[in-house]
């Protein structure tokens, strides 16, 4: 193994001397001296990502530091190593959630409505742009939800709507008070593209069960990144939406949570109440449809009344 992360080691460092230059798998793997083929499977299972991924992440993280330091957009976009401006444009979207030009302004430009209510959980804020919802968080103090706004969009023209935000509202209360299972809200949200495979599978997660961090690792198709995935939970800007309440620790401990390990437990508590309610009311059902003149059966467990394994990416 650790001649295996050297290789991966210096196939980053070829990766980052020049962000400008896209190298191919054929001239990576020529640097470190392996085959395509085993640099492709050993850069995935080690880095989490592939090396075509990576160069992207780093040419995004670039363009974010330049755009942030003033950089007119561009010359930001070609010290990034995009090449031109209508490949960043094509991408821009996936890494940086708006036009490069409001990012540099710090979502100027932008309107972000806003509104908080109070949830059994305590308070929970929720913001969207047009597009959809960028943040959904709970907290303690509803003032101190909407600082946290103020502060990432700080530029942006933000609105404190309850009504504009009303029907997000709906969706998350009924949720969280067992009368709805799923939550349909469209998402306008950044990742990197690991991040994006996590989520991904964490909305996989069927209502009612848990992965631990390990699952989610295999079912990315990076196995040893757990703790990479335990980032992508942590850094996860929509609760509910994105389930990462559902991941806990490989002994079943709830691990960690960003809004508080009590409001995990009390999600996991509701899911479970309700699954075990679907499956109680799918017995019944089943067993009422019955011709009342067959003998009876045992009816199936709530345990063997669960949707298999999230497909794996």
Not at 174 to 188: F, I, K, N, S
Request: net charge positive; aromatic share 6%; proline share 6%.
């Amino acid at each position: 193994m650790p001649r295996e992360i050297e290789i991966v080691k210096r196939a980053c460092a070829a990766l980052d001397a020049d962000p400008q230059q896209r190298l191919t798998l054929a001239q990576l793997s020529d640097a470190v001296h392996v085959s395509p083929f085993h640099l492709q499977r050993l850069f995935k299972r080690v880095v989490g990502v592939s090396p075509r991924q990576y160069q992207a992440a780093r040419r995004g993280a670039s363009l974010r530091d330049a755009l942030q330091r003033g950089a007119d957009v561009t010359r930001a976009t070609v010290d990034a190593g995009f090449g031109s401006p209508s490949r960043m444009y094509e991408s821009a979207s996936a890494e940086l959630g708006m036009a490069p030009s409001a990012y540099r302004k710090k979502g100027a430009g932008l309107t972000v409505y806003y509104a908080s209510a109070p949830t059994p959980l305590g308070q929970v804020l929720v913001a969207a742009t047009a597009k959809g919802l960028c943040k959904i968080a709970f907290g303690d103090d509803a003032a101190v939800l909407a600082d946290e706004v103020r502060a990432e969009f700080a530029n942006a023209d933000l609105r404190d709507d309850d009504r504009y935000i009303a029907p997000f509202l709906a969706q998350i209360d009924a949720y969280l008070h067992g009368t709805r299972q799923h939550v349909e809200l469209p998402l306008d949200i950044a990742a990197t593209a690991f991040k994006q495979r996590v989520w991904d599978a964490l909305q996989r997660i069927p209502y009612g069960e848990t992965r631990s961090y390990s699952d989610i690792a295999e079912a990315v198709g990076s196995p040893r990144a757990v703790r990479a995935v335990a980032s992508a939970c942590a850094t996860n800007p929509v609760a509910l939406a994105i389930p990462c309440h559902r991941v806990v620790g490989k002994s079943g401990a709830l691990a960690g949570y960003r809004w508080g390990l009590g409001r995990k437990a009390a999600l996991l508590a509701v899911e479970a109440q309700g699954a075990s309610h679907e499956a109680g009311n799918a017995t019944a059902n089943t067993s009422a449809a019955r011709p009342t003149t067959t003998s009876t059966t045992t009816a199936p467990s709530a345990a063997r009344i669960k949707t298999g394994e999230p497909t794996p990416t």
